[in-house]
């Protein structure tokens, strides 16, 4: 069964770093999305990426985050210059298309950031 | 502001038993309800989803939505101890999903 990937499963920072965490959506998903949870917290809702554009962003998803998709496969989001705050899980999802009734998300398995 | 309700829990029920998870939301826009378990440290994994209001059963589980109250439920029958997990409500209006913090639901042998 098709599943989203993602890389690195865990990853350390040192704050002000900047990173990049790697997402593969199902392949013939259209719709990608980033949360974070933090430990302990509620899964939140970052942005989400449809034809090469953010569609929607929430107000956590600010100046210090960007999305891409580089290639027909990876989908990316960047932080510029992490802070201590950003520890968390990151999950990436993706979707085929939206309609109501067909708009399942499927969650990859997330990557832990840790900033130090 | 956009907030899914829930019940944090814990919420215990005996082996065989109904579980019975509730969620309200206040973005009267939504369009479509969802039910996802998350056991600790792992992604979210889709049980159920709604958009009529009613219920709608699928096997042990059955969700029931009340959009003129702003209400999803879900019923977990003859409950297991495998079902123990934490269940998140997540609630979607266009391209924006919002999760509930969930609720954590031990089964008891």
């Known amino acids: 069964e098709p599943e989203v990937t993602q890389t690195p499963s865990h990853q350390v920072t040192q704050m002000g770093q900047e990173v990049i965490l790697r997402c593969v959506p199902i392949?013939?998903?259209?719709?990608f999305y980033w949360y974070r949870q933090i430990l302990g917290q509620k899964v939140e809702f970052l942005v989400s990426f449809y034809n090469n554009e953010i569609s929607e962003k929430s107000e956590i998803f600010d100046d210090q985050f960007s999305v891409e998709r580089p290639d027909g496969s990876n989908f990316t989001l960047k932080i510029r210059s992490t802070k201590l705050e950003d520890s968390a899980m990151y999950f990436c999802?993706?979707?085929?298309?939206?309609?109501?009734?067909?708009?399942?998300?499927?969650f990859g398995p997330g990557t832990r950031l840790t900033v130090l | 502001q956009k907030e899914v309700e829930q019940n944090s829990g814990p919420l215990s029920v005996p082996e065989g038993a109904i579980a019975s998870l509730n969620c309200t939301y206040s973005d009267r826009g939504s369009q479509s309800f969802f039910w996802y378990r998350q056991y600790s440290g792992k992604s979210p994994e889709l049980i159920m989803f709604?958009?009529?209001?009613g219920d709608k059963e699928d096997g042990r589980f059955t969700a029931q939505l009340n959009k003129a109250s702003q209400y999803v439920s879900l019923l977990i029958r003859d409950s297991q101890p495998s079902d123990s997990a934490t269940y998140l409500c997540?609630?979607?209006?266009?391209?924006?999903?919002?999760f509930g913090a969930g609720t954590r639901l031990t089964v008891k042998p």
């Open positions: 997540a609630v979607n209006n266009n391209n924006d999903m919002r």
């Open positions: 392949s013939n998903h259209l719709y």
């Open positions: 709604i958009y009529s209001n």
């Open positions: 999802a993706s979707r085929t298309y939206f309609s109501v009734g067909a708009d399942t998300q499927y």
